[in-house]
């Protein structure tokens, strides 16, 4: 996805049953406190749950996110969050992911749960 790329996202493992991957705090991804962005940390759960999502899709379909809720626990300042995305719901319409965030010490920073269309191919 090229605006994960954009973030600097790093996949660093993806299955059907987990996506685990890697933002790097940088100062461009921050409020003017130097705080990882809250906006950054839900784009990047976004982006590791959908690709969860497309792991369990049926052949040939596509996903969008149709619906994300984001709680945040903690400010990071810096180091690196990871993130490991797993289907919570596999249905005929839809697939409901959620991607725990954590800091580099291992302290959850987020939590969020969406839910993503399967959208059929045209044609």
């Known amino acids: 996805m090229p605006f994960s790329d954009l973030m600097g996202v790093e996949v660093l493992e993806s299955g059907a049953a987990q996506v685990r991957a890697r933002l790097a705090w940088r100062a461009d991804l921050c409020t003017a406190a130097g705080i990882l962005h809250g906006g950054a940390l839900m784009a990047f759960a976004d982006s590791v749950g959908a690709l969860c999502a497309v792991f369990n899709l049926p052949q040939g379909h596509l996903t969008s996110t149709i619906e994300?809720?984001?709680?945040?626990?903690?400010a990071v300042r810096d180091g690196y969050v990871e993130a490991v995305a797993v289907p919570l719901?596999?249905?005929?319409?839809?697939?409901?992911?959620?991607?725990?965030?954590?800091?580099?010490?291992?302290?959850?920073?987020?939590l969020t749960t969406q839910?993503?269309?399967v959208l059929k191919p045209a044609g």
Do not use: C, L, M, Y
């Open 68 to 74: 994300s809720k984001t709680n945040f626990f903690r």
């Open 115 to 117: 839910t993503q269309a």
């Open 89 to 110: 719901h596999v249905g005929r319409s839809t697939i409901v992911v959620q991607t725990d965030v954590r800091d580099a010490a291992g302290k959850r920073v987020a």
